[in-house]
């Protein structure tokens, strides 16, 4: 739909949402205090409910991963300084974040900044702070074991269940990025890794590790579930934007590449806004508090995006690989049926 846009259009989009990148300490302020208050509250709550219901403990846990979620777009907020005025402060703030949320602060910043300014690109490195995703040629030419791998790799049960547990307790405590530039960041995850470690130590000696497996674990799982739900629903849509560098263009990437996940307003609440993610992908530096009052000013941000509702993003679990000929996401199924590969 966005191919319709007059050009003029699409370049003032970066200097309409650049109003709105001056951080606001107030509601920062208030961000902070509902998001860490009823996380702590439900927190303590669930370890005095352990030895009297594991299931309300459990239930409690769920409800506590949307905190959870609203703490760690804080992290997200400051690794793009944006969530404060000052540098310090965004870093002192996201590096407490980050004992929370279990992920480190400076280097899953590094990776997703990484991520920011490649988006929907089509290069060798567009697993960096992404989930990985082939083109349909790139899956033909693949051995039948390499397709295999990528077929459980894009399942349901490894992307939505074992992979965000492999993330948050794996994957985040290694430093997998090699590439030129990352010495500074894997030395700090490294720096992470032990005060984490220290961390989750000092908890099991002061309230024993049930507070560890029974407590934190569970809402650490519901909110690996929940990020990585919504990170794919915001990338891995139908008419998403996939490119090769040639033709790559950022302003398109951001809003043709990236959902607007329209929900109730209780759970963008609950997500800190990041359902509004063409707007957070034109300017990373607009605070996540921010989005939901350049949506409201600025009505062409909802004429141009991609809308997508809760139950259709449901359909977003079958897009598997980028097809160039009709340019969007397609499932193994039309694939087979389009391409009548016997491999995959």
Known sequence: MQTTVNPAVWQQLPTIVKAYQLPDNRKATMQAITSFGPFLAIWVAMYLLMDVS???TILLGVVN?????RIFIIQHDC???SFTASRKANDIIGQVC?????IPYRYWAKSHNFHHGHNGLLWEYRDIGDV???TVNEFKALSKWEQFQYRVYRSFPVMFVIGPIWYILVHSRLPLIKIKGWEHARKALLRHNVILISVCVAVALLLGYEALLMVQLPILIAFGVIAIWFFYVQHQHETAYKQWKERWEYVKAAVEGSTYYKLPKLFHWLTGNIGYHHIHHLNPLVPSYQLPKVLKENPILDQMANKITFLESLKCIFNKLWDEDSQRMISFREFRRRYHSTEA
Do not use: C, D, P, R
Not at 65 to 69: E, G, Y
Not at 98 to 102: D, G, I, K
């Open 54 to 56: 594991m299931w309300a």
């Open 65 to 69: 991963a949307f905190f959870l979620v």
């Open 79 to 81: 690794g793009h300084q």
């Open 98 to 102: 980050s004992y929370f949320t279990f």
């Open 132 to 134: 990985n995703l082939l």
